[in-house]
């Protein structure tokens, strides 16, 4: 890493400044100047031209800032053309305008997109008001900027989409991305921003996904602080009491009066804020990773099945973070009010239930209010989206009925006596469902019933996902366990085992805990 770091420096990829500030500023002008200038290819409709340019970050909370400390120079200077329209993307409002760089957060194969690829926007039309601040529907035509370099234009009607009963494709603005969203991709020209906490992975991912240029831009201060560091974690007292200047020794040529020459090492400076460099990226933080560069590539048996270990249970990580992305799409404004009102028209279509072939219908009615939709996408994967509406109620009545000892329920129509149970309340020969009071599995079937039918799809492909990713860790994790028995006494053994074996649910205990 400290060749490649040198290499960069010769190159003039590092672009450092005094301070975090400083550095900031003139990232977003130079980014938004190559920008601007991208645009006059799109006013010649010259496609071809257009070149895909983005900010690499660490942190999400980085790349928020970068999307639209960037995107407001670009209306400034006139980058973005016409008016600002609002389309709903992952549960909120998105402010799109011609020109504008949108990033995809999910793979399509309805549109042929990959998650990560980076587009952009050759025109967006609203269907309500201008703004389209109603109900954020609108054709979108994008440029894509693919994976392999070549570039395709898709065309998006989100209203259609809806009709169609078709999951809704997620944007964002994709003028800065983390390194996570970027691994996989890459962009014709990417400007990096440093970050203290970044490590070797990160940076590696970085400085890598360009195919024309890379600059990093980062504040001299923060790095020499890292130095600083390595004295005492108080960085402003330490600066205050030492000053630090690196050297690196040279080989010097000296000619003497008589034509004679003799080689010697004399001291060269070497700028703090590079030591700094070379101390953060040769920070590791991936195991697997790590392993992986040590040896070259060339693993032993057991370095191979640690290696498959760890990385099998960072993918249980991952298929848990795509749970929680799904939730929190659902549950945006927009989708848990459709599902609302699909649950209650559902119900209001019934009226009338029959617990068996012999006994007569009897009314019924749903008891439902929005705040009372609570999500749970591990318990809804595991209903069953193919009941009725109808199979699933008279399910839930006739267990709550059974669940009372006879004299309770003489007769279920004649009953003038309020009984409730789980829910479910009989009074003058009507069942009442209080949807709040109900069991969770009962909530989680109701509501996976009422779902679109792409979005439980989708949830069903992650969580089958989830499961076939976790026996692969759980058989990992038993061939590690099984390693460990020849080594040490029994007793040792088993506790380690069961402490291995812990690991395999804990993505789900950490998961569910916030859910």
């Avoid at 975090?20 to 409709?45: G, H, P, V």
């Avoid at 407001?72 to 329209?85: D, I, P, Q, R, T």
């Avoid at 649950?343 to 705040?371: G, M, R």
């Avoid at 003058?428 to 069991?439: P, T, Y």
Wanted: net charge negative; glycine share 6%.
């Amino acid at each position: 890493m400290i060749d490649a770091i040198e290499i960069y420096r010769e190159l003039g990829v590092f672009n450092i400044k005094d301070n975090e500030e400083e550095a900031k500023t003139s990232l977003i002008s130079t980014f938004a100047k190559e920008y601007t200038e991208q645009m006059d290819s799109l006013k010649r409709d010259d496609l071809i031209a257009i070149r895909s340019i983005a900010i690499g970050a660490y942190t999400n909370e980085k790349v928020a800032e970068f999307n639209s400390r960037v995107r407001h120079e670009l209306k400034h200077s006139g980058a973005l053309k016409g008016a600002e329209v609002l389309i709903s993307s992952g549960g909120k409002m998105l402010p799109l305008m011609k020109g504008d760089q949108i990033v995809f957060e999910e793979n399509s194969l309805r549109y042929g997109i990959s998650n990560g690829e980076v587009g952009t926007i050759l025109s967006v039309k609203p269907f309500g008001d201008l703004k389209n601040t109603s109900g954020g529907e609108g054709i979108l035509k994008i440029l894509v900027h693919k994976a392999d370099g070549s570039k395709d234009v898709i065309e998006i009607d989100t209203a259609q989409d809806t009709e169609d009963g078709k999951r809704r494709i997620k944007l964002n603005h994709g003028y800065a991305l983390t390194g996570y969203k970027l691994q996989g991709e890459t962009v014709d020209r990417m400007h990096v921003y440093f970050d203290r906490s970044i490590g070797y992975e990160a940076f590696l991912v970085l400085m890598s996904r360009h195919r024309e240029d890379v600059k990093l831009h980062a504040s001299a201060k923060e790095l020499e602080n890292i130095v600083y560091q390595r004295l005492d974690s108080d960085v402003e007292k330490v600066r205050k009491q030492f000053k630090i200047n690196s050297y690196e020794m040279l080989p010097e040529t000296i000619t003497n009066e008589d034509g004679s020459s003799y080689e010697k090492h004399v001291p060269k400076e070497i700028p703090n804020w590079l030591i700094g460099l070379t101390l953060a990226v040769n920070r590791r933080a991936n195991n697997s990773f790590a392993i992986d560069y040590r040896s070259g590539g060339t693993l032993d048996g057991n370095q191979v099945i640690i290696k498959e270990y760890l990385e099998a249970r960072s993918r249980v990580f991952e298929c848990h973070g795509k749970m929680r992305e799904w939730k929190r799409d659902i549950e945006a404004t927009g989708n848990i009010t459709r599902l609302h009102s699909k649950i209650l028209s559902q119900a209001t279509n019934l009226k009338s239930i029959k617990l068996d072939d012999t006994s007569p219908a009897i009314d019924f009615e749903l008891e439902l209010n929005i705040k009372d939709l609570k999500i749970d996408p591990y318990s809804i994967a595991l209903s069953d989206g193919e009941d009725s509406f109808k199979y699933v109620i008279e399910n839930i009545v006739r267990d709550a009925k059974g669940s009372q000892s006879d004299n309770e329920y003489s007769s279920v129509q004649d009953s003038t006596k309020p009984s409730t149970v789980k829910g479910v309340t009989y009074i003058d020969g009507k069942a009442r469902i209080n949807f709040k009071e109900l069991d969770s599995r009962d909530q989680s079937k109701i509501i996976a019933i009422c779902l679109k039918e792409s979005d439980f799809e989708n949830l069903k492909e992650i969580f089958e996902e989830l499961k076939l990713e976790k026996e692969v860790l759980r058989d990992y994790a038993a061939v590690i366990c099984g390693s460990y028995h020849s080594v040490i006494d029994a007793e040792n053994a088993e506790e380690f085992k069961r402490l291995i074996l812990a690991k395999k649910d804990e993505s789900k205990l950490i998961t569910e805990s916030k859910v």
